[in-house]
């Protein structure tokens, strides 16, 4: 199979799905040109991300790691939220095919841009490095034989 | 319900195929180059199979060469092309946008050894024309290869008129008529086509053979090397129950093709009629010069995997042409063809029908897909701009 029982568990049943009228912050990455978009909306209370929505365009494993990035940082503090690496989200779904690990970095970009989004709207400094995400022009991988 | 509707994928095996198959696996395992009674037993059934597949596409059986399948017989063939263009000092080469990788990827291979290849459009219907065809023909011109059906949209090229176009300037001419052989009525002399490809596995044969029309006086090139099986043009052991299985499965296609094909388009019409009700889609490709069972539509604002592996959930087996399931990062080479841009292009199905389906499988289709295609908008950010008028409908 594609993917695994809990990627697919995550798919077809996505936690924390829809939208959320009086979010924090809302952070959207990817483009669909490449195919995937997702979005994040996040409320903050005390400091703690006290819930989390996502919508998202994209294939199976776009949908199942926005779906586990989610439970990952519901009931988190900030740093903790900002500390999730697309790597943790990969070993929280029991691994994900080698030309899917780019929706693992989205997702973690996701929330990264949600904090952002938190940061700006309420005034909060914060440092630009922690928010420098990668551009999405991916490069073709043509085989070349 | 399990609904398979990927025939352009692949097809199940015909019980008359895999009941020719069998004494082939069994008691006649001879080698066709042996002397003794094995090995004759072996090449009789060989020259039975090539004599079938010929009168199935009416050729002579000496102009059937049988290869490991489509790929190895397009590669074979445009080989013989590129081969025969360079003795008369003609390098240029031309093709179109949409023909399958095993086309597009040996092209690229003769560019990088000095060869020039035009790829004709084929516009928003997915049909080539035959004047951009006259009109790409230069002094140089050595080789033609256009494909008969596309392979994602299911548009039929106007092969016919290329192939006359083509004999009377003096090129040779290929076309890729996998996805046609068996479906479409198929006569190499009608068509005036110098080669053409086909594959058992696409019409109810086994994987891993085709075959090869080479017009009689052209010389094909060898692309194999070896023994002197094939007439010494294509080396290696001869697949012989996979060419006995891929004959009788075309034997088969041919003699129910009038009564499958109405079956077939009535099924298809419904599925079009149905499901392009679904708001903010499209059918691909042209409707009148088109395959009885392929029906290909995009669904705006959605992705294709994630479609695909919800229908498979609810046990119908399609095909998308989304990036993430091409493998790579773009959506494909067909539907960016037709002009469609990448966001609709990922939002891709096909589903290619056969006559073993039914109009109960339809309306559980036509019943799901609207459910499947409402969900994944109504979690999609892309289709929420798209409703907010943030970003614009494109169909």
Redesign the interface.
Known sequence: MLYSQLVMDHFQNPRNVGKMEDADGIGEVGNAKCGDIMKMYIKVEDGKISDVKFNTFGCGSAIATSSIATEMIKGKTIPEALRLSNQAVVEALGGLPAHKIHCSVLAEEAVKAAVKDYYDRHGISYDEKLFRFCDHEHDENEEDN | MKIYVDNAATTKMSQRAIQAMMPYLDGVYGNPSSLHTYGQEAAEALENAREAVAKAIGAEANEIYFTSGGTEADNQAILTGAILGERKGKKHIISSKFEHHAVLNTLKQLEKQGFTVTLLEVYENGLVRLEDVKQAIREDTGFVTIMMANNEIGTIQPIREIGALCRERGILFHTDAVQAVGHIPVDVKKLKVDLLSLSGHKFHGPKGVGALYVRKSVPLQKFITGGAQERGKRAGTENIPGIVAMAEALQESIENLSESQNHILSMRDRLIEKLREIPHSKVNGDLQYHLPGTVNMCFE??????ML??LD?KGIAASSG???TS?????SHVLLALGL???VA?GSLRLSLDAANTQEEVTYICEVLPEVVAYLRS??????ELEKGE?KHVI
Do not use: K
């Open positions: 604002g959605i992705e294709g995997e994630s592996l919800l959930a989304s990036a993430c493998g790579s990062l773009d959506p841009p990448h966001e990922h979690i999609s950010p892309v289709w929420e970003r």
